[in-house]
Structures are given as C-alpha cells and as structure tokens.
C-alpha cells in the first residue's frame, strides 16, 4: 500500500512539473533558463548561509535563531573592510571571522549552559537577534550597503547560448557553494574532528569519557557555523546588498532548507536550498503575487509526507 502511495506523490508532483516544464521553454524559452540560473544561484548563496545553520542548528540541535543577524554582521564588516581595502579576499575573510568570533561568545556564554534546552535557546537568540539588529542599526544606520563585485567577476558573461549575457558573479556562485559543500561534507564525515562533533552529539558523555575535551569541540563546530553565515553575508552583500531585515530573510530561509532538505544532512541541505531558491525564482517570474505560497506549499508538504525532511534520518 505504502509503494502505491509513493507511486500516487511522485506522479501528482513530476505531471504539474513536467508541464510546466513545457509550457516554460514554449511560452519563452529565455525566461525559463534565465529563471533557472537565477533559481541555482539563489540557491547557492542561500545553502552557504544554510550550511553553518545544518552545523549548529541540524547537527548539535542547538537552536540559533540569531543566525540570520550573524549574516548580516559579517555582510556589514566585509563591506567596510572591502570599500576600506578594495580587496574583496580580505573582506571575505573579515566576514568569517567576525561573525565566527561573535558566534564562539554565544556558544560558550549562553549555549553551553543551555544544552538541550531548546525553548530557553529558542527565547534567548529571539532576544539576541533583536539586540544585535538595534545595534546595527544604531552604529550604521537603515541605509542600503552594497559591495562592489571583484573586478574578475564584474560586468556580464557573454555569448552564453539562448541566455545571451549573464552576471559573471552570480554565475560564480554555483562553484563557490558546491566548493564550500563538497568541503563541509569531507570535514565533517572524513576528519577526526569531524567524526568527533558527530560523536559528541550522539553521545556526549562518551565522547568526554574518552579524554576529548567535548566543550572545545562543539565551541570551533559552532564558530564555524556562524563564520559560514558571516561569509555567506559578504557574499550577498555584492548581489541582494545589505539593509535591516535581510537578516530575518535569510534565517526563515536558513531553517526552511535545513528543515526541508533533513537536520544535520550536507547534502540534505543542498537538496532543500536548490528546491526553495529555484522556487522562489519561478515564482516570483511567473506569479509574483503568489509566489511566498510556492515556498510554504513545499514546506507543508514536507512535513506532512517527510517529517524528517527529504534526506533526514531517524535520531
């Protein structure tokens, strides 16, 4: 029975698909891979932001909902520290750790006496995310920051078949994201640290049991989580800009991939950002007034038929 139904989801969502599919390529064919690209590119700035959330939030289930002000900490420093120097490398770097330092205070001030306590984590980042947007707002002020492009990737690619032209840097988004994906994954699944932050979540008392110092582990698991949303910050700034409110955007689409792809997956991650970007840019294309249900329909139907998320597993 359980086969038939299976059978029964995967035909009522490949037909509309398909035909959509169809109808795209022969109504205007250009649209439909520009929106495409856009779509993947979209994706890929929002699995980088993401993929330290799978860190912190998917894998140590530590609930972080100050993510999103950490993006746009690390978006605020690594413009100014990119306009100051011109050099984009430097305000990359400057993003990270910004955002990775603010994000080891958290942890070992507030997260280390709260494991496990989700709705004490829950209110308390709430309270920190809300602090942190005031004061950056307070120190900079609500007018929109954008980065410039380095000049290696400014100005459009041409002579790109059907598409014609199309921005060099977003288009080298796509292997920076599978670059920094491909990176997490063999960190994570084949490094000794990696194996002992997975261990450490499983069993924690093991884990110290054995002589690991499991406070300094999960401290550097999660400073790399926030340093993630802080370089994923910088990233942004040079295509969506920096201005108050970005941070919110980017944590409700943080928390929809981690929950839509699976907690803790990479990949799972990158299954559920390249759904939600792709999306979003089809709606807001083709159906622009409708185009946050498109969002929330995937959301509902993945909780309903997929709990864990697509790529999830049981604890």
Known sequence: MSRIWKAFWILALALPLSVFLVWGIWHNAKLFFITLLNGLTLASLYFIVASGFTLVFGLMRNVNLAHGSLYLLGGYVGYFVGAKTGYFVLALAAGFVAAAFVGLLMQVAIFRFMQGQDLRQTMVTIGLSIVIADLLLWAIGAQVHQLSAPDGLAGPLRDIPLITA????????????????????????????????????????????????VNLVFAATFAIGAGLAGLGGVIGAVELSMVPGEDVRLLLASLIV??????????????????????????????????????????????????????????
């Open 258 to 315: 981690v929950i839509v792809g699976g907690m803790g997956s990479v990949v799972g991650a990158a299954v559920g950002a390249t759904i939600l970007g792709v999306a979003e840019t089809y709606g807001l294309a083709y159906a622009p007034t409708y185009s946050v249900v498109f969002t929330f329909v995937i959301l509902v139907l993945v909780l309903a038929f997929r709990p864990r998320g697509i790529l999830g597993q049981a604890a």
């Open 166 to 213: 199309y921005s060099k840097y977003r288009m080298a988004l796509l292997p920076v994201g599978i670059a920094i994906g491909v990176l997490l994954w063999l960190f994570l699944n084949r490094t000794r640290v990696g194996m002992m932050i997975r261990a450490g979540v499983d069993d924690r008392a093991m884990l110290a049991a054995t002589g690991i110092n």
